[in-house]
T-cell receptor, first 114, second 118 residues
């Protein structure tokens, strides 16, 4: 079984400041890792994903995340946020094999302050 | 546009009633997932279907049921509705390989069906 922990339920940050949203996971098997974003009144959409290879993954809208196997983390970062980045961000994992479901974290609401 | 279509977008009904939510996956996607999102429970996985067969079950109540039809669209049936069932219900689809695991793990979400039970 897999589990995902997003410790911060809300993160306020000033516009143009950097931000890091934390994600830790637990799994007994190898997993794929994802970050999804949900803008108000919309469905979730993929921000970035780690499947294999380079541990630094770049996504849309200037976001990037770094996979750290030893710390079982997949933190999301952006060097300078914009008002339009205000949204809820979900970390997710899925095992490489099997019929198992995609497991989501509880989400982090990013509030960008003008 | 993710290519996943959900209907209806909004639904208001009374306690004790039954509703059906419909999902059309992206063209070519064989796997369909249902999720419930509420303020107190967050995003909860309900059930997954692959090419018409149930593949994984999550926190789905016995009052809820789902199926995936031969044309790959899926329906989520919610019966004996309670106030606590008020939530946003998302459908997602993925390519999935023959074992049901998503090809790259990416899910494509619809915009959701907002259910309000009064």
């Amino acid at each position: 079984a897999q589990s995902v922990t997003q410790l911060d339920s809300q993160v306020p940050v000033f516009e143009e400041a950097p931000v890091e949203l934390r994600c830790n996971y637990s799994s007994s098997v190898s997993v794929y890792l994802f970050w999804y974003v949900q803008y108000p009144n919309q469905g979730l959409q993929l921000l970035l994903k780690y499947l294999s290879g380079s541990t630094l993954v770049k996504g849309i809208n200037g976001f990037e995340a770094e996979f750290n196997k030893s710390q079982t983390s997949f933190h999301l970062r952006k060097p300078s946020v914009h008002i339009s980045d205000t949204a809820e961000y979900f970390c997710a994992v899925t095992p490489l094999r099997g019929y198992q479901k995609v497991t989501f974290g509880t989400g982090t609401k990013l509030q960008v302050i003008p | 546009d993710s290519g996943v279509t959900q209907t209806p977008k909004h639904l208001i009904t009374a306690t004790g009633q039954r509703v059906t939510l419909r999902c059309s996956p992206r063209s070519g996607d064989l796997s369909v997932y249902w999720y419930q999102q509420s303020l107190d429970q967050g995003l909860q996985f309900l059930i997954q279907y692959y090419n018409g067969e149930e593949r994984a079950k999550g926190n789905i109540l016995e009052r809820f049921s789902a199926q995936q039809f031969p044309d790959l669209h899926s329906e989520l049936n919610l019966s004996s509705l309670e106030l606590g069932d008020s939530a946003l219900y998302f459908c997602a689809s993925s390519v999935a390989d023959y074992r049901g695991t998503p090809n790259t793990g990416e899910l494509f979400f619809g915009e959701g069906s907002r259910l309000t039970v009064l």
